[in-house]
């Protein structure tokens, strides 16, 4: 079973990229938005790189 403290610790990088994206979105035609997605992007790929390579490395 997954510990709580490793959830949370995927739970939010996630959760604040997601909420990057959804504003972004919003603002695509301001140059601030479409800085905002790809943040959020960069975010959420981080987090999804760094759990690999800490599975990998186990």
Do not use: Y
Not at 31 to 53: C, D, H, Q, R
């Amino acid at each position: 079973m997954i510990s709580m403290s490793l959830f949370n610790s995927m739970l939010i990088p996630i959760l604040s990229g997601m909420i990057l994206l959804a504003i972004g979105f919003n603002f695509r035609d301001k140059n601030a938005g479409v800085f905002s997605m790809w943040i959020g992007m960069v975010v959420i790929l981080a987090t999804v790189v760094i759990k690999i390579l800490a599975k990998l490395n186990e």
